[in-house]
Each structure stands twice: as C-alpha cells, then as structure tokens.
C-alpha cells in the first residue's frame, strides 16, 4: 500500500472566518478560498484516505483489509489540485470508510461525519445531510460511552454540547434537553461553551412553551 502523496492545504493567512455556526462550522468571509475542503489527504495509488487526525498505527489485519474492501477497487485518481465542493464530500466519505477498517477512534469518525454535513450545508442534498448528521451523532455517543476521546484535543464537555447541538439540528429536541445541562457539569473552564450549552437549551425551553397546546390560543 501506498501513502505517500502530495495534497493541496490553504494557508492560514488566507482564512478568515466571519463567523461560527452553533455547531463550530465556520462560515469564511471568503467563500472562494474554504479550508475545509482540503482536511482529507488521498493516497492516488491505492485511495486509502484519512485526515492528520487518524493514527498512524495499523492493527493487525487492517491493512489487509484496506487492500480487499478500498485498493482492490481503486482506480487511480489524484486530489492534490484544486477542489470544488463535489470532490471535497468524496475526500470525506472515502475516509468515513476507511477509518472503521483501521478501527479508528469513534471521536475521529464522529469529525469527519459533522464536516461532511457542514458540506452539505453549501450543497444541499435533501435528506441526506440529516442522515449524515446521525451518524455524527452515533460516533459522538459512541465515542463518550467509550472515553475513546481521552488522549485528543475534544473535551467531554464539547462531546456532551455537539450531542444536543445535532440533535436539536435533526428535530430530536427531547434528546437535545437532556445533553445540553450535563455541559456546564463536566468541565467549568470552558466557559464559552457552557454558555452556548445554556443559550440552545433556554431557546429549546421557550420553543416548547410556545408551542404547547395549552399555550396556544
């Protein structure tokens, strides 16, 4: 198998970010120049992709596994030039399938499953950023149950917030209850996100006064 390869990066100096979405998706003042698209790096020989995240271990077998499930069926194709939104998705979901068989960290898959939906958020695909969102979802609660994020730069705090952030973005506003008030338990340092933790749970709180049946006139 084959990794080494070039892949194009944007220079910080050359993103600025105008704002950030209440799930941490940055909106760049220049839509022209996006980072994002270029977190995945794509071997062109064998199309084993992952992100700087990824370890760089291979358990035992994994590799064999790569060859049969990804190598097998590659057809050589390069990702180091210039990428527009469609080949940026495809970076992504090439290294949401190659991640499981290296038995990746669920913390890892869960990121690259939220910037997958962020994508669909410049091109949207109806039904399918929901889906993709859930399955952030799934390896975020994977990934607390099983403390797979010890040792990484994202707190319990952070997971316990984006679990109620995605949820409350899919509809399920009773799920997103029930994370948001575990946030401000978890780490007091975080202030920014606490505070962010009790703003989506006050307006989840209003909506549903507002909308109770026995509120409406």
Known sequence: MQTKSSNKKVRSRFVKVAKYDTDFCSI???????????NIFVCPHCGFSYSEDFSRYFPPTTMEIILEKVSSHWVPHHFSK??????AINTYKLA?????????KHIIL???????AWLYRIKPKQGT???IFKFALEEYEASYSTEDFSCTQVSEARILYLAGEISRKIG???????????VSQKNAREASLIQMARHRFQELQLT???THPLLQH
């Open 28 to 38: 760049q003042a220049d839509s022209a120049v996006n980072s994002l698209y270029y």
């Open 82 to 87: 210039e990428r527009p939104i469609k080949d």
């Open 96 to 104: 949401s399938y190659c991640g499981p068989l290296k038995k990746g």
């Open 172 to 182: 399920n506003e009773k799920a997103a209850i029930k994370y948001f008030p575990f």
């Open 110 to 116: 869960a990121g690259i499953c939220l910037r997958i």
């Open 129 to 131: 950023r929901r889906k």
């Open 208 to 210: 549903q006064e507002t």
